[in-house]
């Protein structure tokens, strides 16, 4: 004998299989992860400036040690005075346009290596109601940057900068 739809014969077969493999009570639904909040600029932290450096800084050094940013920047005229002040020159390399938020960090080291302390310049673009725009510009002109150590414990010899935060317009 002869079947006039062999497509219903097998789909009469199949269905009692699948069945078997779609029973039983359905697996719960993971709980989604929770979204981290983004502020800008990034939430302060307390750096650790020793662990993340590739090579302890040579006495009169002054560098800006690899980063998430630091592609995007030039420092020029990096110079540590006797009290723990770095001063140099920033400048936006990635693109021309204005600094809305910006921090410098410097771990400050003495002759023999050993940390010092830190100091941090920190500076946030706060527009006027007018639209004008006061701060510092990039690009071009670029920005002049002092950090300042605090709270020294010994004289520094040696400073090592770091950017954790960049954001421009």
Known sequence: MKH?????????????????????????????????????????????????????????EVRLEDGPFTDRVRLTGLKLAADGTVTGHLAVTSDVSDVLALELRAAYYDAAGHLVGTGTLEYQEEEA????????????????????????????????LSLPVLVNE
């Open 4 to 60: 006039r739809h062999p497509g219903l014969l097998a789909a009469a077969l199949l269905a009692p299989v699948l069945l078997a493999g779609c029973s039983g009570s359905p697996a719960a639904p993971e709980p989604p992860e929770a979204l981290p909040t983004v502020s800008l600029p990034a939430p302060r932290q307390a750096a650790a400036p020793a662990a993340a450096l590739s090579a302890a800084p040579r006495p009169g």
């Open 129 to 160: 109601a007018t639209g004008r725009h006061d701060g510092p510009r990039a690009a071009g002109d670029g920005i002049d940057v002092t950090v300042t150590g605090r709270g020294l414990t010994g004289t520094p010899a040696a400073a090592v």
